[in-house]
């Protein structure tokens, strides 16, 4: 055999062995990515090692071993699955997603596979809310993009306080910060039969019946896949060994279709349609992006009130009080904005609860707190560099001349340093700006919040975070400008030369 021949061979042979494979089952070894929010025990959630865990998580392993393909399972928002499938990012999701209508114009559900619905959760000691109709004008916290977030918009009067996950929403309420959640049913008498959720109760009555299905995109190939292996394991009674595991119960009947249906591709897409959708959310945006502006201009002011302080302490003679500034600043500097966010607002009106004392922090004030301790680090050290960058012949000088060491400071160093200061503190300023982001997590309504509760209705991830994303490019090159001006304004050369020319 020439070695042509040869390698002619080998090709024949490969490419047989592969359509031999093929033919055998088509779909083993085939790997599907499955999207999943783990913070809804029993259904999803993270055990102790970090293992994903939960009733959801056992169905979906079973599936994928009777209908022959493997699962990679990708930890996601609740409220970026959808835009997560309509991107082809992930094949499946299984986040007890229920199966809606409006949901059924943009992914595909398999058939239901769990029988749930709303509840109201309040304080155990409430009397007032007794149903539905009771939560009008009433405070009510909600995860963002899900049916309960739905449903209380449908309430008269009501304030609604939308949070990234339901374990978030239900310690508002353990807060006392609002009078209700309204999630599912399942996922609330779980966290209270486990003790987590202390002092608190289910209105008995159920708001709506809702099933849970595994969303794909629309016309996906991996649906009938997932339906197959679903109707098997329902069939063969591994469903009702897991239902027993996690819900010490035998499942109720389900039905094999919901009426509602698939309802293929409404959504039109294009560039205009984009465009539109961008300029309808405007309005929407703009109200954020004052939200935004005013979170940043309170934390700035605070923060250069307390920074500046902190960095002239730094640069006392006095040890053990630097050492104080210095660990304030190496705190606040070493651990991230966002878990100083959840210690003030969630972590103090938490442990002032167990004291006994009855505190509770506005979402605002919470969102200035957090922002001006932090910016007040960074700063502190741009003051202190600021100051320290003065040569100390300026000092001498001036003592020379009679000054003391206060008029020294105001008269001399500071106005020097303080030009010094601007570019870092316009850096300060934008990365404030910026980070006024990282309060949506407390339910705050600033530019993302606004963008994110837009795409939890019309998921339309793209167009929307692209208009997020202009309006704080908006933002922070006017803010820039603004401080070159002050730069220039500040610098006495340029500004001679200014007045020389007016005067010419
Ligand atoms: N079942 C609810 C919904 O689909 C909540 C799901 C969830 O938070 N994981 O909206």
């Not at 592969?18 to 499955?34: D, F, H, I, Y």
């Not at 959630?45 to 979906?60: A, H, P, V, Y």
Request: one cysteine or more.
């Amino acid at each position: 055999m020439t070695q042509f021949a040869f390698m002619r061979w080998c090709l024949v042979v490969s490419l047989s062995l592969l359509l031999v494979s093929c033919g055998v089952n088509p779909s083993a070894g085939k790997t599907l990515r499955v999207a999943t929010e783990p913070a809804f025990p029993p259904f999803e959630f993270q055990g102790t090692g970090g293992e994903l865990q939960g009733f959801s998580i056992d169905l979906m392993n079973a599936i994928a071993n009777a209908a022959n393909f493997q699962v990679n399972f990708l930890s996601l928002p609740f409220d970026g699955i959808i835009p997560a499938l309509q991107g082809k990012t992930v094949d499946a999701a299984i986040s007890s997603m229920t199966i809606t209508e409006e949901r059924a114009k943009t992914i595909a559900f398999s058939r239901p596979y769990f029988k749930a619905g709303l509840a109201i959760a309040i304080h155990a000691d409430n009397q007032n809310i007794t149903g539905f109709d009771s939560l009008q004008n009433k405070k009510i916290a909600v995860q963002i993009g899900t049916t309960g977030a739905k449903k209380a918009q449908g309430i008269p009067g009501v304030q609604i306080r939308s949070f990234d996950s339901a374990p978030l929403a239900l310690q508002e309420l353990l807060n006392r910060n609002v009078d209700a959640v309204i999630n599912d049913a399942p996922v609330t008498l779980y966290a209270i039969n486990t003790g987590n959720l202390q002092g608190i109760k289910v209105v008995e009555q159920l708001l709506t019946e809702e099933y849970y299905g595994i969303a794909t995109a629309q016309n996906s190939p991996n649906l009938p896949l997932i339906n197959q292996g679903l109707t098997k394991v329902l069939n063969n009674g591994i469903y009702n060994q897991i239902y027993q595991k996690w819900f010490k119960a035998t499942p109720p009947q389900l039905p094999a279709k919901l009426a509602i249906g698939n309802q293929n591709g409404a959504g039109t897409s294009g560039i205009f349609n984009s465009i539109s959708i961008i300029l309808q959310a405007f309005p929407t945006l703009l109200w954020g992006a004052l939200v935004t502006l005013q979170l940043t201009v309170l934390s700035v002011v605070l923060g250069l009130v307390g920074g500046s302080l902190i960095g002239i302490i730094r640069l006392s003679h006095i040890a053990s009080v630097r050492w104080i500034a210095r660990a304030y600043v190496d705190f606040f500097r070493g651990t991230p904005l966002l878990v100083q966010i959840f210690m003030i607002y969630f972590g103090l009106p938490a442990v002032a609860q167990e004291l006994g004392f009855n505190f509770n922090l506005d979402r605002l004030v919470a969102g200035v707190i957090a922002l001006s301790l932090n910016s007040a680090a960074y700063i502190a050290e741009i003051v202190r560099a600021g100051i320290q960058s003065i040569e100390i012949g300026q000092a001498e000088a001036s003592q020379s001349l009679g000054l003391s060491p206060v008029q020294t400071m105001r008269y001399v160093i500071f106005p020097q340093a303080f030009r010094r200061m601007i570019p870092p503190l316009g850096n300060e300023f934008i990365s404030l700006l910026k980070d006024t982001s990282l309060v949506s997590v407390i339910g705050f309504e600033e530019l993302l919040r606004k963008g994110q509760l837009i795409v939890a209705d019309n998921y339309r991830a793209f167009e929307i975070y692209a208009g997020v994303a202009v309006v704080y490019l908006c933002l922070t090159l006017l803010s820039s400008q603004a401080f070159s001006k002050l730069e220039a304004w500040m610098n006495p050369v340029q500004r001679q030369k200014k007045y020389d020319r007016e005067l010419k």
